[in-house]
């Protein structure tokens, strides 16, 4: 039975050593002297590699003298300590056998250094590389710890559709699904598309949000949360911005913002510390070649305790900056990237709270403040990526949420049964949402989006 390299590498030696093992794996070098052969090997569960020795006395010698890099392998051997400077063990090989061979001249990961532009091109094979087997770990880490703090708060897990009729924040923004013969399509008295012949009977589109459809499960189950695909059709070429793209949604009831500020601070606290844990060599690896003092920054988000400002408070100290923003800073302003980033870096130089921000720049879900200009929402701020987790206390009160819908001129009809929630035993609760690539990007320190998800979607491109 194969061991999979992590089971090898990250363990007490006095475990390991002496015993016979079958590896298998990719060639990630290989060395070839007149009675030895070196192969270091990678399975992807760990970053490090594993040496395979080949002599003489190896099986296959002389076919195992000319194997390529990128060819697939398996090895049978010995375990033993190893002299070499930069490895605790090395395998010495009985017999390797040959399951996909790689030809040098036409394969495009050569040893040397490549461009995320260029990985970007071969999508397929870029999860080969140091880099993008890092990022994966990290996102399978992020991804489990995610999980266990809800299943430990006991939380449903709840999977909310990706097809849907209505758009979440009321932005328009939606990839529209249809079966209709775009070329002929069916078309009403009026002249316009005719949508009850399509598919679903109505216009449909791909989800923004499924946090409409989680406040149906939180009122009547208690806390829940989904983590699945979200897409948004802006136009946006930026490294900051995908198309489709992760996003994790708790919803919390009997619950106000005051608890849903709490819980974010603990959720980012807990998912950081687990990857810390779990992930050393992979987050070694991109504080040497990404972000120096990545580790540490990480770290100081674990330890130190987050400020919170109202949003009226944050345009003071932006005003008293006495820096110039691209974005001029005035109250009623959707803060900017710039802003955020400067008060997080710069101001307070830790994690902030931002909370009560002006109605009129948020969704119409949110819930009114007794100034009746600001509403129950709040935005978490971290160094070097600004907002991470933007959430809000919900809008539970029948009258009030029928007139913001009015107001927004957003359909009444459309959102009836997200009424019904109110009109029929309607509670306090809040929640927020985090775009998981936006916290990829923030573990790894890795500048764009792009390279953090293993196939992006952004405008103009959907290859793979």
């Known amino acids: 039975m194969r061991t999979k390299l992590k089971n090898l590498l990250h363990q007490p030696q006095e475990k390991v050593i002496g015993q016979d093992y079958t590896v298998a794996g990719w060639i990630k070098t290989v060395r070839a002297q007149k009675e030895l052969v070196f192969i270091e090997i990678n399975d992807g569960s760990s970053f490090s590699n594993l040496q395979i020795i080949a002599d003489k006395t190896t099986k296959n010698f002389t076919a195992v003298a000319a194997l390529t890099t ?176 992760w996003m994790i949604e708790p919803e919390m009831v009997f619950a106000d913002l005051d608890d849903d500020i709490e819980t974010a601070k603990a959720f980012l606290k807990f998912i950081l510390q687990e990857v810390l844990s779990r992930c050393p060599e992979d987050l070694a690896f991109f504080e040497k070649f990404i972000e120096k003092g990545l580790v540490e920054r990480l770290q100081k988000v674990v330890d130190s305790p987050f400020e919170e400002i ?29 802003h955020e980033r400067y008060l997080a870096e710069k101001h307070f130089q830790k994690p902030i709270v931002i909370r009560d921000y002006p109605e009129t720049i948020k969704a119409f879900y949110m819930r009114r403040n007794a100034d009746n200009k600001t509403v129950a929402a709040m935005d978490v701020i971290v160094p070097k990526i600004g907002e991470i987790i933007g959430g809000s206390q919900r809008e539970d009160r029948l009258e009030v949420l029928e007139e913001k819908l009015l107001r927004q001129k957003l359909s009444r009809e459309d959102y009836s049964w997200y009424l019904d929630l109110r009109r029929f035993g309607s509670v306090p609760h809040a929640g927020f949402g985090l775009g998981f690539e936006r916290l990829v990007c923030f573990v790894t320190g890795v500048e764009n989006i792009r390279d953090v998800i293993p196939f992006p979607r952004y405008p103009k491109h959907i290859s793979f």
């Open 70 to 245: 990128g060819s697939s392998i398996q090895a049978q051997g010995h375990l033993l300590a190893s002299p070499a400077k930069g490895q605790k063990v090395e395998l010495k090989a009985t017999e390797i056998f040959l399951f996909g061979p790689c030809p040098p001249e036409s394969y495009p990961l050569q040893k040397k250094g490549h461009s995320f532009e260029f990985l970007r091109t071969i999508a397929h094979l870029r999860p080969r590389t140091n880099m993008q087997g890092a990022v994966t770990r990290v996102r399978n880490a992020l991804s489990f710890a995610i999980h266990r703090f809800f299943q430990q708060r006991d939380f449903y897990y709840i999977q909310t559709p990706i097809i849907t009729s209505s758009d979440c924040e009321g932005a328009g923004e939606l990839f529209r699904i249809t079966t209709l013969d775009l070329e002929k399509p069916p078309k009403t008295k009026d002249g316009k598309i005719d949508f009850k012949e399509d598919f679903f009977g109505s216009s449909a589109f791909l989800t923004v949000s499924g946090q409409l459809n989680l406040e149906c499960f939180a009122l009547a189950l208690g806390d829940v949360y989904t983590f699945g695909p979200t897409f948004r059709a802006e136009n946006s070429n930026t490294s900051r911005h995908l198309a489709e793209f």
């Open 310 to 338: 109202s949003y009226t408070e944050a345009l003071k100290i932006l005003e008293k900056a006495g820096q110039k923003f691209e974005f001029p800073v005035k109250w009623g302003i959707d803060l900017q990237s710039e």
